[in-house]
């Protein structure tokens, strides 16, 4: 079981730039694949981005493509998600979340079985 702890969320500006970072302990890093979902106010939690074991594939939802980027470090154990050209619509709790495996990432929030506690992300208008 891997220990996932993200940072870097907070209030920024419409049009700002964030990057999250989440953190990882406990497990075997460049073993798992890395995800970044969001949580809207009154809304589902939904996939955004994932990153496979080696980075070398990433997988984009369609909404996500443009202004938002993962990417990993596994000499620092960790993933971060760059958001640019921020909408408050982009306001929400960011989690991270892994999972053991050599495939292609998934989109879908029940397959990773590891999560992170969330980061709060306020965009204001």
């Known amino acids: 079981q891997v220990r996932l702890v993200e940072s870097g969320g907070g209030l920024v500006q419409a049009g700002g730039s964030l990057r999250l970072s989440c953190v990882a302990s406990?497990?075997?890093?460049?073993?798992?694949?890395l995800g970044w979902f969001r949580q809207q106010p009154g809304k589902e939690r939904e996939f955004m981005l994932a990153?496979?074991?080696?980075?070398?594939?990433?997988v984009y939802a369609g909404s996500m493509e443009g202004r938002f980027a993962i990417s990993r470090d596994n000499a620092k154990n960790t993933v971060f998600l760059q958001m640019n050209s921020l909408k408050p619509e982009d306001t929400a709790v960011y989690y991270c979340?892994?999972?053991?495996?050599?495939?292609?990432?998934?989109?879908?929030?029940?397959?990773?079985?590891?999560w992170g506690q969330g980061t709060q992300v306020t965009v204001s208008s």
């Open positions: 990153i496979s074991r080696s980075g070398g594939t990433t």
């Open positions: 979340a892994a999972r053991d495996s050599s495939g292609t990432p998934s989109t879908s929030s029940g397959w990773y079985d590891n």
């Open positions: 406990g497990g075997a890093f460049s073993s798992y694949v």
